[in-house]
């Protein structure tokens, strides 16, 4: 069956370090990878899209890898802040434009 | 970007009574909007996808008779609980795609439903 893996362990980092997260996927053939961003009680909001033929994205302070190879997506986070602090979701296409989503990776970034 | 509004936000009520949720595209139009639920520290669970002008496609395990979809116009589609039991209790969330980018998801605030 198609498994998407995050790491169930929060991530605590300081302000200002590189927060790196992981999604590892088994069992798909992905046109596209998408992260999201959730907070506490709140729906999700898209943050990056990255198709099959990229290897990498950059969006501000936000870089997002993808190696089909590997089935690997790593989520970087540069120059961290508390806003940063959430939980973030790793996003893979289901049939038509519906979404698979990991469990999430929650984030807090202490000063 | 796009904006979905979801209302209400939380909802409580008695066991056996119906719930309806809204989920509206307020800038755009979408002609295919998705619902998921969501449990406490777990992954977005996708129910349904709700087509306009069409029946909704459940996916397996979701029970289409407890969980009414409809989908009248390109910026509304609403979501019946019908006949709430506490294992109803959960969270809802609905999300829509654009044209445009019909790859991103732009998702509603949630619906927190607890079923007394």
């Known amino acids: 069956s198609q498994k998407i893996e995050q790491n169930s362990e929060a991530l605590n980092i300081q302000e200002g370090k590189t927060a790196t997260l992981t999604c590892n996927y088994t069992?798909?053939?992905?046109?596209?990878l998408q992260w999201y961003r959730q907070d506490p009680g709140r729906g999700p909001v898209f943050l990056l899209l990255i198709r099959e033929n990229e290897k990498e994205k950059r969006k501000e302070r936000l870089k997002v890898t993808f190696d089909t190879t590997l089935k690997q997506s790593l989520f970087h986070i540069t120059a961290s802040q508390p806003a940063d602090s959430a939980t973030y979701l790793c996003a893979l296409p289901n049939s038509g434009y519906a979404l698979n989503f990991g469990k999430g990776t929650s984030l807090l970034v202490t000063p | 970007g796009a904006v979905v509004s979801q209302h209400p936000s939380r909802v409580i009520c008695k066991s056996g009574t119906s719930v309806k949720i809204e989920c509206r595209s307020l800038?755009?139009?979408?002609?295919?909007m998705f619902w998921y639920r969501q449990f406490p520290k777990q992954s977005l669970m996708l129910m349904a996808t709700s087509n306009e002008g069409s029946k909704a496609t459940y996916e397996q395990g979701v029970e289409k008779d407890k969980f009414l979809i409809n989908h009248a116009s390109l910026t509304l589609s609403t979501l019946t609980v019908t006949s709430a039991h506490p294992e109803d209790s959960s969270f809802y969330i609905c999300?829509?795609?654009?044209?445009?980018?019909?790859?991103?998801?732009?998702f509603g605030a949630g619906t927190r439903l607890s079923v007394l």
């Open positions: 800038d755009f139009q979408a002609t295919t």
């Open positions: 069992n798909y053939s992905p046109a596209y």
């Open positions: 999300s829509a795609g654009d044209r445009a980018s019909k790859n991103i998801q732009y």
